[in-house]
């Protein structure tokens, strides 16, 4: 309440200023030392400037995002997943609070889930995120997913990088929830956490095999009131479920925790038990080994995405690609055909 008194008293002269601002157009020099700096409307604007689909912005941002590339970070970055109803909004708000309560700044990347229609999303984050929302050391963040697999933004691992370069030493990326692959948010981050709730039976089996194999740590919310006892069973159960798995690479073994993010009960324990995981990554080397295999899954990514994107952009294979699509459509050629005739284009065989 006292935020939306503040905002009615701003001086008129001082709105147009910003309007002025927002429109402004920013050199490629303004957007790296306005990131450097630490400034969050220019870091705003540089993230529209990397999510635009213009060719002329596309320029800019790649000579952005090599910048961002290069600043030496030592951030933490967190995946978060869970199941619908869960409470992630909630869950984020309470363990971002304690986050920058230790001195932390804190970057929310929050992915909403967008119409299959409209291609809109509900972007809500920022009022589910109270506490956060209101923090000058937390950047909240909310993008469309777009049908995008893993829940997470065709853009948020540039986002991210040009989180890091403006000084942000915790990434949160917070996915659309479990049911799509998740590969790709844990291919974004150094902890993978997935987030459920009490009652262990019938949900135990609905989370895929891999999903759990993936998770870093699990954290059972909603521990509070009549469902402390669930909490506690699901516990138990989801506990004897990870012995059932291969050992981890990093030969870190998973943990499960109970927490109540409403009441802000086991969130302290859950925050140490994060870093206690940071540091074991960083003793063991196995957090610049990751990194490492990060960045080779994103190359072949960013290659897979490049040689779709010259068959839509360039007229001539646009025109063959649609043709191709059509027989598939048609039968009259199998997808694996399709591709290997498209590819002949692009690289003809001498």
């Known amino acids: 309440m006292q935020n939306k008194n503040i905002n009615h008293s701003i001086n008129p002269n001082v709105k147009k200023f910003l309007q002025k601002q927002k429109s402004k157009v920013l050199s490629i020099s303004d957007l790296k030392s306005g990131i450097s700096n630490g400034n969050r409307f220019v870091l705003s604007k540089a993230i529209t400037l990397i999510e635009s689909n213009q060719e002329d912005d596309k ?20 995946g978060i997943t869970g199941t619908p109803g869960v409470g992630k909004s909630t869950f984020i708000d309470t363990l971002g609070t304690q986050i920058i309560s230790e001195n932390h700044k804190l970057a929310v990347l929050a992915i909403d889930p967008s119409s299959s229609i409209s291609k809109g999303s509900i972007l809500g ?22 049908e995008n697999l893993g829940g997470v933004a065709r853009k948020t691992r540039e986002t991210m ?14 996915t659309v929830g479990v049911g799509q692959s998740e590969i790709t948010v844990y291919q974004l981050s150094d902890l993978f956490l997935l987030l459920l709730q009490p009652g262990a039976g019938d949900e135990l089996q609905g989370i895929k095999r891999g999903i759990m ?13 009549e469902r402390k006892q669930m909490a506690n069973q699901a516990k138990a159960a989801y506990t004897n479920a990870l012995h059932l798995f291969q050992p981890k690479s990093s030969e870190w073994a998973p943990k499960v925790m109970t927490c109540s993010a409403i009441e802000n009960v086991g969130i302290q324990e859950l925050w140490q038990e994060i870093n206690t995981y940071h540091q074991f990554l960083q003793s063991n080397n196995h957090k610049e080994e990751k990194r490492i295999q990060q960045n080779i899954y994103w190359f072949k990514e960013n290659l897979q995405q490049r ?8 007229p001539d294979l646009s025109n063959q690609f649609n043709m191709m699509k059509n027989k598939v459509l048609q039968k009259k050629v199998s997808p694996f055909e399709a591709v290997d005739e498209l590819m002949d284009k692009i690289f003809p065989k001498k």
Do not use: W
């Open 59 to 78: 320029i800019v941002a790649k000579e952005l995002i090599d910048f961002c590339v290069k600043q030496n970070n030592n951030s933490l970055r967190i």
């Open 125 to 146: 984050d920022k009022t589910r995120m109270e506490k956060l929302s209101q923090n000058l050391n937390a950047y909240i963040r909310p993008s469309a997913s777009a």
């Open 161 to 174: 990088l040009l989180c890091e370069a403006a000084g942000f030493d915790t990434i949160i990326i917070e």
């Open 213 to 225: 194999e993936m998770a870093d740590i699990i954290a059972i919310n909603k521990y509070d009131g």
């Open 307 to 314: 040689i779709l994107n010259h068959f839509n952009t360039e």
